[in-house]
């Protein structure tokens, strides 16, 4: 079942001077098992969308369902669909609190009442997907950990109360290289052995080009394209409109066919770009590379 926006309108100190509509009759569908970036400037409304998908803001109108589940609802129902959406807000390694590594991913599960064994069965699971190794960090407090480490720790504790949905907010921001490159590793293996459906919002068009299966641009409060990124990408007058540019290796590949080069623009890592380029110069009968 997927996440459905309906007709949703967020409006920010409603009634007062401060008034302001961040988002404006939004309707979004998150397919079951989908890995979709949300992208935009600063203001666009990305952040403000993600937030209504677990509960955090309630739209001013229209409606958000999670598994077909109106989560605004007062029932268990709605309860329990809204904990099926796990939230990782960027900078996440600010909202750690606990004295340990284990104590920290172990809050959500003791809040939901569990046994203690399977709440260290949830934490030694989520902290060995985020490679972190059990019995060394355990008993470590979590602010004697690098950045990246603390953000590893911040996404166990979403783990660890296993949702069916997670929701990433910049989750790059910040990060050194290493650190991000691992973190990008660590989602997309996620979202290929889980099979969680991930949606992850961010700036970044080269994290966005390697990770997603569809891109979401938003521009003042309304959705201006959603597509794969083969055809979101090509989009340029959208991307524009949203001020964002397309990857460099589109760019580049691009402005070799403008040149004559006969080769297709449409690839997102160094990697697959310097393949078409190899493959074009062969097919016009240059030097073999």
Known sequence: ?????????????????????????????????????????TGSGKSTLVQHLNGI????????????V?????????????????MVFQYPEQQLFEETVAADIAFGPKNLEL????????VRSAMEFVQLDYEEYKDVS??????G???????????ALEPSYLVLDEPTAGLDPRAKEAFLRGVAELHRKKKLTIIFVSHNMDDIARLA????????????VDAPPSEAFFSSEKMREAGLAAPPTVTLLSRLREAGLDVEADAFTA???AKRIARAIRKKGGTSC
């Open 57 to 68: 803001l309630h739209p001013t109108a229209g409606e958000v369902l999670v598994d077909g």
């Open 1 to 41: 079942m997927p996440i459905e926006l309906k007709g949703v309108t967020y409006t920010y100190m409603k009634d007062t001077p401060f008034e302001r509509t961040a988002l404006k009759d939004v309707s979004l569908t998150i397919a079951d098992g989908s890995m979709t970036a949300i992208a935009g400037h």
């Open 213 to 224: 299966e569809r891109v979401v641009f938003m521009h003042d409060g309304r959705i201006l």
């Open 142 to 147: 979590p602010f004697r950990l690098s950045g």
């Open 149 to 159: 480490q603390m953000r590893r720790v911040a996404i166990a504790g979403v783990l």
């Open 70 to 86: 109106n989560i605004l609802g007062k029932n268990k129902e709605a309860h329990f669909a809204r904990r099926k959406v796990g």
């Open 271 to 273: 990697d697959e770009a």
């Open 115 to 122: 046994s203690e064994e399977e709440i260290e069965r949830r």
